[in-house]
């Protein structure tokens, strides 16, 4: 929780394990534009809740897995910004 709350200076994040992202984790991160999470994580990356992206900017792209992109898009909370998500390939 609150992780990187109000960090202004942060453009680029790159979680390769994250399991779980904690409420307003990214809260107010106003220069933020992406967001890359997993390599080939076997299971979607939990939100704690709908706070975690409040006050970021509206071209936030996030990155996940290919194999996982059909998963994040309608996960809990995920399908909130759907239209902020994006599929890679590792």
């Known amino acids: 929780m609150y992780a990187f709350y109000s960090c202004i ?3 680029r994040a790159f979680l ?4 779980t992202i ?8 106003r220069n933020l534009t992406t967001l890359i999470i997993g390599l080939d994580n076997s ?4 939100l704690y809740n709908s ?3 409040i006050a970021t900017p509206s071209n936030l ?4 897995p290919s194999s996982l992109y ?5 996960a809990s909370f995920w399908s909130l910004i759907s239209s902020r ?3 890679y390939t590792g």
Do not use: M
């Open 51 to 53: 706070t975690v992206f």
């Open 61 to 64: 792209s996030i990155y996940v």
């Open 70 to 74: 059909s998963s994040y898009i309608v």
């Open 85 to 87: 998500i994006f599929s």
């Open 9 to 11: 200076s942060l453009e």
């Open 22 to 29: 904690g409420a307003n984790a990214f809260y107010n991160c």
């Open 43 to 46: 299971s979607v990356c939990q």
């Open 16 to 19: 390769p394990n994250a399991k």
